[in-house]
Structure formats: C-alpha cells, structure tokens
C-alpha cells in the first residue's frame, strides 16, 4: 500500500490521510472501512494502513453530528497547511 501516490512523491508531502466523521469508536470505523462494502471510503479500503491517533486524538469526542461535521472539515484544513494530502467528505 502506498503512503503517498506516486504522482506527489518529492513534491515536499508528509503523507496521505483520511479524515471522517463516525458515531463509533475511530477503530470500529477503520476496521468497517477496511472489510469493504458499502458503508466503506474506498481509498480507505485500498491503501489505509493504520490510524494516527497522533493527528486526530485531540479533535475527539463531540456532541452534536454539527460539531463533528466543523471539526472533519478543519482538522483536514489543519492537515492540508501541514503538508498532507487529505481525503474526507
């Protein structure tokens, strides 16, 4: 699986991440996306190798699917600014 497509390799960016939004534990959610099927991003399946608690940890819990849906979107701004390539939507 690969961390970054080959097309952006030496073009200065630290990684590929996936960035969502669930009701369920952030394990729960990578383990459904990797099983595949519907209810599963399809980058995710393909090349998701691990979560990075160490990006997301402290964006979690919120209380309303309002607040979750905010969060999704600036934490993948954040992600984007740090040289990321970030999928989420």
């Keep these: 699986r ?3 497509p080959a097309r952006l390799a030496g073009a200065g960016v630290r990684g590929c991440v996936y960035v969502g ?3 369920r534990t952030p394990e ?3 383990a459904q ?3 595949g099927g519907r ?3 399809t980058k995710v399946y ?3 190798v691990r979560l990075r608690p160490d990006l997301y940890g402290a964006w979690n819990p919120f209380s309303t699917r309002r607040e979750a849906e ?3 979107e600036a934490l993948a701004m ?3 600014k740090r040289g990321y390539v970030v999928y989420w939507g």
């Design 21 to 23: 939004q669930t009701a």
């Design 46 to 48: 393909k090349y998701g």
């Design 28 to 30: 729960e959610r990578f």
């Design 39 to 41: 209810l599963a991003n």
């Design 2 to 4: 690969e961390a970054v």
């Design 78 to 80: 954040e992600l984007e």
């Design 70 to 72: 905010a969060a999704e």
């Design 33 to 35: 996306h990797m099983r």
